[in-house]
């Protein structure tokens, strides 16, 4: 089954306690990214890769890492994690950026205290 | 830049039509359309690119004027499983050195019967 694989769905850590969430694709998408989802903002992407080795800041970049070593896992990295990283979290894939579909993962409920 | 959705939130009853509109102050190559329902991962709904195509399926359809940079989704004869968040996300191509997609912060939708 095609999918976007995201853990852990739900954290509750401490102010900075460095944390990992996976993100891992089974499709060969080429693109993948990270968004945010905050109430009454909507999702705002927060980094996004082209291709192994190519990732590029999207537009809520500061306190995230991001890396991309194999096609098919784009893990995100909160180094020093702030309650205001409270959020929820999609990851997605897709063949390219403008060529359709965006599959997200079911997303990861972070709340940092 | 985010792009303005309009309106925020709209009831409808069971066979009414909607309109959400999506707009950008920048020009755009493309313009994709999601609907997330409660608790869920937004879903792919259709992508329109720049030469002011319309799409659809079923009864969602959707316009791109590229000249105004805007666009909207229509949902005729409204069903109870349209209700939902729905998100348009924006790009301005590789041309502009862009390739981010950009959501808007979403149109909530409740249908009732």
């Known amino acids: 089954e095609a999918q976007v694989t995201q853990n852990p769905r739900y954290l509750i850590t401490v102010t900075g306690k460095k944390l990992t969430v996976t993100c891992s694709q089974n499709m060969n998408h080429e693109y993948m990214s990270w968004y945010r989802q905050d109430p009454g903002l909507g999702l705002r992407q927060i980094y996004y890769?082209?291709?192994?080795?190519?990732?590029d800041k999207g537009d809520v970049p500061e306190g995230y890492k991001v890396s991309r070593k194999e096609k098919r896992n784009f893990p995100l990295i909160l180094e020093s994690p702030s309650p205001n990283q409270t959020s929820l979290y999609f990851c997605?894939?897709?063949?390219?950026?403008?060529?359709?579909?965006?599959?997200f993962g079911e997303g990861s409920r972070l709340t940092v205290l | 830049q985010q792009p303005v959705q309009s309106p925020q939130a709209v009831i409808l009853r069971e066979g009414e039509d909607a309109v959400i509109n999506c707009s950008s102050s920048k020009a755009l190559y493309s313009v994709h359309w999601y609907r997330q329902k409660h608790g869920e991962a937004p879903v792919f709904l259709m992508i329109?690119?720049?030469?002011?195509e319309q799409k659809g399926h079923d009864k969602i359809s959707a316009s791109f004027n590229e000249k105004k940079q805007q666009s909207s989704l229509y949902l005729t004869a409204s069903q109870l499983s349209y209700s939902g968040t729905y998100f348009c996300?924006?790009?301005?191509?590789?041309?502009?050195?862009?390739?981010?997609?950009?959501f808007g912060t979403g149109t909530r939708l409740t249908i009732i019967p």
């Open positions: 329109l690119l720049k030469g002011g």
């Open positions: 890769s082209m291709n192994v080795e190519v990732t």
């Open positions: 996300g924006t790009e301005m191509g590789k041309n502009f050195g862009n390739e981010k997609l950009t």
């Open positions: 997605a894939s897709s063949r390219g950026p403008n060529t359709g579909e965006l599959f």
